[in-house]
Structures are given as structure tokens and as C-alpha cells.
């Protein structure tokens, strides 16, 4: 298992990188979203701060750690990824997209419930499992996944956007991710945390992994609701920036 992993399995450490998500006072701009960039991160050069603005703003975990950002739209512009990818094997996303038209959030999310539940059906709960819970925008679709492909062919939309998974047999795992999904209309949020496994691993090492992955993902979660909630929900008529 890595340093990064080793290292997010003390409470302490793992304490002190979910407190790093949290806004602090007097920090510099937020990294913007921008179509089409990559982005070499050199330590110390980003506080973690990234907004697209007037759709969200949030601030990703240590980012002394991170070492390269990518973002980008998608079906047209209706659908917009960053993706920040650390030194260990980490990838943490946030999507947002448009609901929609004449969906509501409460449509939308009963929609995602139901799409959920025919995956559900389909794949066996080792590789597939959603349940819900209640946050400050609404109710929040938690996806639990096993064996997802972090890095599609280049024909298809790019995880966590599209979702496909490795062949792997029964019990053996390659990867691990943990995705929430919430909304506020027009726009529907989705942040996915995407830990490094260990080679070999054991069943208890992957609850280990999964249960870091799922504070990581809260805390994302957390801090996307927090800072986007501090402004008014957008006007799907007016122009973004």
C-alpha cells in the first residue's frame, strides 16, 4: 500500500486532510474552469480552490499532493468534468450538468433513483451499490462501485461521466470508487474519489481503502455544498462567464 493510502488510514492524517478542504480566510482566487486544460501542478503552487463560476465552487484536499488538473465540457456544453489526480494514484472528479428541461430536482433526483435501481439489478452488489442520504441541497444519490475503469478508450466519454468496469474474477479488486451525486436546479453535481488499491490486496485492506474514499467523497461533497450554496442558484437563461 502506498504512502498516500498509509497515510489517510491514521484518524490524525486523515483528519487533517479533510480539514484542508474547508475555505480559509484571506486565500487567493480559485483556479477557474476552463474547457479543454491541463495543468502541471507543482507543490506549493495551488491552495486547492477551483470555481466554474456561477455554476460552483469548492476546494479539493491537500493539494500539495496534486500534481495534475484537467477540465473540460462535454455533450456539447452541457456536461462539464475536472479531474485532479495526485502524486499517489488518487483522482478526485466533480461533474456538473444541466437538467433536463421541464425536470425539477425532485423529478430529477426520483429519475436517477430509478436508473440506479435497474443498474442495481443488473450487476452483483460486489461491483455495484447506491443508497441515499439527506444533505443541505436535498437528498444525495452515494454510489459505491468496484472495479471501475478510471480511463475509458477515447471513443467514449471519460469516467466518472461514463462507467465501465475491469473483467475481473470474483473477490479480486483493481479499483474502488466512491461517488455522490445531488442537485440544484438547473444544475445536477456529482463528485467522485478514486483511491489507489493495493497490489495485492485483502478484503480488509479494500474496506480500509473504501472507507477513506467515502470520507474523501463526503468532505468534497461538503465543501462543493457549502461554497455553492453561499450564492444564488443560477438563472438557466443567463449566460455563463
Known amino acids: 500500500m502506498n ?89 478526485m472528479s466533480v461533474v456538473s450538468s444541466i437538467m433536463p428541461a421541464p425536470l425539477d430536482s425532485r423529478q430529477d433526483h426520483a429519475r436517477q433513483i430509478e436508473s440506479a435501481r435497474e443498474v442495481d439489478a443488473l450487476l452483483p452488489e460486489a461491483l455495484y451499490r447506491f443508497s441515499v442520504a439527506d444533505s443541505a441541497m436535498g437528498p444525495v444519490m452515494r454510489r459505491h462501485l468496484a472495479n471501475a475503469v478510471s480511463r475509458m478508450p477515447s471513443h467514449l466519454d471519460p469516467f466518472p461521466i461514463a462507467i465501465a468496469f475491469h473483467d475481473m474474477p470474483a473477490g479480486h479488486y483493481r479499483s474502488i470508487a466512491e461517488l455522490r451525486e445531488f442537485s440544484r436546479w438547473p444544475d445536477r453535481y456529482e463528485v467522485t474519489v478514486y483511491p489507489p488499491v493495493p497490489n495485492p490486496t485483502s478484503a480488509p485492506e479494500i474496506e480500509l481503502v473504501r472507507q477513506i474514499a467515502a470520507s474523501f467523497a463526503d468532505g468534497l461533497m461538503q465543501s462543493l455544498q457549502d461554497c455553492t450554496g453561499a450564492f444564488p442558484a443560477r438563472d438557466p437563461d443567463a449566460a455563463l462567464p
Not at 39 to 66: K, M, T
Not at 67 to 79: E, K, M, P
Open 3 to 91: 504512502g498516500f493510502v498509509q497515510c489517510r488510514l491514521a484518524t490524525s492524517c486523515l483528519a487533517l486532510g479533510l480539514a484542508s478542504i474547508a475555505s480559509a480566510s484571506g486565500a487567493p482566487a480559485p483556479a477557474r474552469f476552463i474547457d479543454g486544460s491541463a495543468v502541471e501542478i507543482a507543490p506549493g503552487d495551488w491552495d486547492g480552490g477551483f470555481a466554474f463560476p456561477g455554476v460552483y465552487c469548492l476546494r479539493f484536499p491537500v493539494p500539495e499532493e496534486a500534481r495534475h488538473r484537467v477540465s473540460g465540457l462535454f455533450n456539447g456544453t452541457s456536461t462539464s468534468l475536472v479531474r485532479v489526480e495526485y502524486d499517489s494514484g488518487l483522482e
